[in-house]
């Protein structure tokens, strides 16, 4: 993400506020922990705001302007006052740090303050490695894994090199890099609903290419995205395991994979596999 901040300007045990979102809220709290975990390991101190809702992406993207200047007036106001917002998903990171400015362009004032909080919101995994100057975790994950760079996050904050720099790190991780993963999953917010066939088609051809890597495990970082090619890969019997990277990152491997039945975890995890 680009921003002014950096390792040597931030301050040394930053006050951090997480920006759970509402995959991840209602279907998959684990990565909300994962995300503390990383946080609080890099030297922050991390709060959760009890007042935030949704960043305002949907009523954003389907033109209801009113409703999507509203939730931001709300975001805003519940995140004042901490020296970063990180969000665990390029998708609401950007809509935080590129859209907010935009919807008040007929108030200075209150354009001037979205414009600042832009400024202070990150995506989780460039928030450690640009900001937080991580270079490694102490992981492990038995496994080959392949990477889906979401557009949100690669298109506008510059996801790209930041997980797989520290999914490199991870022990017994073997990385194998996915044919087309700055293509998009067909997933798209409201253009899955809009427009299912061609989404489905695009989904079909990303799990096609998941599955020609070999790879066991597929990873990304915005669940959006993971609900989508997790949903596929089950449907047409793929036993690809799907995660958020903080999850590994963090091993924070307990919950099954998205979309894993729970039985199938624990054999797995009973057989080492």
Do not use: W
Request: glycine letters at 10%.
């Amino acid at each position: 993400m680009s921003s002014s901040d950096s390792a040597a300007s931030r301050p040394a045990n930053p006050r951090v506020a997480l920006f759970v979102t509402c995959l991840v809220d209602l279907f998959r709290p684990s990565v909300g922990f994962a995300a503390v975990k990383l946080l609080e390991g890099a030297g922050c101190r991390v709060a959760v705001p009890a007042l935030q809702t949704c960043c305002g992406q949907p009523a954003f993207n389907s033109g209801d302007r009113e409703t999507a200047r509203a939730i931001a007036r709300q975001v805003i106001d519940a995140f004042a006052g901490y020296d970063y917002v990180v969000v665990p998903s390029g998708s609401c990171g950007g809509m935080l740090h590129e859209h907010y400015s935009a919807l008040f362009a007929d108030d200075a004032d209150l354009a001037a303050r979205a414009g600042d909080f832009g400024k202070r919101c990150h995506e989780l995994i460039s928030f450690l490695v640009d900001v937080m100057g991580v270079s490694a975790v102490a992981a492990r994950y038995a496994g080959t894994a392949t990477y889906h760079d979401s557009c949100s996050g690669l298109r506008e904050l510059s996801v790209k090199a930041q997980p797989r720099r520290l999914l490199a790190s991870v022990a017994g991780l073997k990385l194998t890099e996915l044919p087309g993963a700055e293509v998009c999953c067909g997933f798209g917010g409201t253009f899955c609903v809009k427009y299912p066939e061609i989404s489905d088609r695009m989904v079909a051809d990303k799990t096609r290419d998941i599955v020609a890597t070999g790879a066991d495990t597929l990873l990304a970082g915005d669940m959006g995205c993971l609900l989508n090619i997790a949903g596929k890969l089950r449907r047409d019997g793929h036993r690809v395991r799907v995660r958020h990277v903080a999850e590994v990152l963090a091993g924070a491997l307990d919950e099954p994979a998205i979309g894993e039945p729970a039985t199938e975890h624990a054999q797995a995890r009973h057989t080492g596999v």
